[in-house]
């Protein structure tokens, strides 16, 4: 019995002794990875600084991109043209109602308006896609066309 538990002992023991070597192994790879990633290089920057010097940069383009996508927003990208004949005299639709407005609706509406002697052109603001002032039926088709992309 005690030849059987001594041999267990030692069988333990020479495990334990095995994998302590491993993990001091383990341990002295791990310390030179570290040792890579604290100092640099004649002098350079360390892995640490370039990491956080690009992390630095990520900000900042993400706050551009954030600016951008204002600006997108706010630009008067929606557009619609209306063309029809204002006169049943004059044909060939030579009269135009024309709506700008940025993604909130903000904008306005250009209306010209051809005779056989003249033309007229009417320009009115819009606030949320309601024009400040009473707007024709083809400003305000113009105004549906052009919320509807």
Known sequence: ??????????????V??????????TLGRLRRSVALLSR???????ILDV????????????RDIETVH?????????????????????GG?????????DDQGNGITLTSIASHSDTRLYAKSL???????ALSPEEEQAVRAALAG
């Not at 640099?40 to 360390?46: A, D, K, L, N």
């Not at 639709?93 to 407005?101: D, E, V, Y």
């Open 127 to 133: 606030v949320q896609g309601i024009g400040e002032h």
């Open 1 to 14: 019995m005690t030849n059987a538990l001594a041999t267990a002992a030692l069988i333990v023991g020479i």
């Open 16 to 25: 334990g002794f095995v994998t302590g070597g491993l993990a001091l192994r």
């Open 40 to 46: 640099g290089t004649s002098g350079r920057e360390t």
């Open 93 to 101: 639709r030579l009269s135009f109602s024309l709506a700008i407005m």
């Open 51 to 62: 990491a956080e010097r690009h992390m630095a940069a990520s900000d900042a383009v993400r």
């Open 70 to 90: 204002h600006t997108v927003n706010t630009a008067l990208r929606r557009v619609a043209l209306v063309r029809y004949d204002a006169f049943d005299t004059l």
